[in-house]
């Protein structure tokens, strides 16, 4: 990972745009509809620390002369500096972005290739739901609500992925912000303890090969164990922060214990699973199933 990705809160902030011309207008746009304080530089103010006072970030949009000057008054000032198609000079690079409201999906390069992240983009783009939005509203209202009924993070996890492919999620992505509501408190009302499941995943690759339910079960994955001949490829797709596993570690006991306590755990595999270790899983009656990779 060449460049490290965050997110800042724009509620409440400054955000400066010094400069003028179509550079400096595109970047104001990239701010429209936000909470965020925006200011327009122009000329010397460019150039004073204290028109940067209090700014988190400053976007800067000139010739050479001017963008040194005003690049140098922001740092000054305490500000993270862009400097508009200049990457050997910025604090950050602006990556192409999916505005779906609380849901902001980037995609960067470094500065390197911005017409490639903006393709990049629109094969995103095309994935998220306009309504993703108005989920992350809905479970940002309840939030406080989930964490006092699901206290334990990995009931919360399980829980959480339950209504994201629910009703719930589903009103709310129709725009029926009071159902969805309705319906997310029903169901933390209801409660119930977190349901795991074990996933054999197929690793010899290639990547693009792996059905979607394998990639969407790497992604949710708790726990991971992978054979040593796995494609590195296959295993980019699981989550960084899940727990590891070794294979000599990975019994049908092991993992069915994993699975009863409400993980999520997936066994990358480079062969076919024994039929005495599914039958075992199967002796243990948690939920079993073998993902292959599509045919090429």
Known sequence: MDAFPAFFPLEGRRVVIAGTGEAAEAKARLFDGSPAQLVRLEGPQAFLVGSYGGALLAFIAGDDLFIQAAAGAARAAGALVNVVDRPDLCDFNTPALIDRGAVVAAVGTAGAAPMLASLLRNDIEARVPPGAGRVA????????????????????????????????????????????????????????????????????????????????????????????????????????????????????????????????????????????????????????????????
């Open 137 to 296: 509203v809905l479970l940002r209202k309840l939030q406080g609500e989930v964490r006092e009924a699901y206290p334990d993070l990995v009931a919360r996890r399980s829980f959480l992925r339950g209504v994201l492919g629910g009703e719930a999620a589903q009103a709310a992505l129709d725009g029926d912000m009071d159902r969805a509501e309705a319906l997310l408190r029903a169901a933390i009302a209801k409660g119930g303890g977190p349901v795991g499941r074990i996933a054999f995943v197929a690793g010899r690759g290639p990547a693009d090969l792996l059905t979607l339910r394998a990639s969407r079960a790497l992604a949710e994955a708790d726990v991971i164990a992978f054979d040593a001949d796995t494609d590195p490829a296959v295993l980019a797709l699981a989550r960084r922060d899940a727990g590891r596993l070794s294979p000599a570690d990975a019994t049908p006991e092991a993992l069915s214990a994993l699975a009863r306590a409400g993980r999520q755990v997936v066994r990358i595999i480079t062969r076919a699973p024994t039929l005495t270790d599914l039958k075992a899983l199967a002796a243990e009656g948690v939920a079993v199933e073998v993902m292959l990779a599509a045919p090429g």
